[in-house]
């Protein structure tokens, strides 16, 4: 980048892309939950299960593998 315009244009692409991507994310967390029949705990959690060995699951989804917590 080599001008002002040409950083915020960047700058808006980025928030815009980050806007979509917890839309999406949220989008997938209700899926899952309505799929497996889980629960969202709380913070940290997406995605709360409980099989039948009474033994609970919990996953984190992403949407990308290149996410900020995609080491969790």
Partial sequence: METIEEWADQVLADK?????????????????RLVSGGIKPGSG????????DGVVQLYAIQSAPNTKNAGC
């Avoid at 839309?23 to 967390?29: P, R």
């Avoid at 959690?45 to 099989?51: A, E, F």
């Fill in 16 to 32: 815009e892309t980050s806007a979509i991507e917890a839309h999406i994310v949220t989008w997938l967390e209700e899926v899952a």
């Fill in 45 to 52: 959690v997406d995605l709360q299960i409980t099989d039948s």
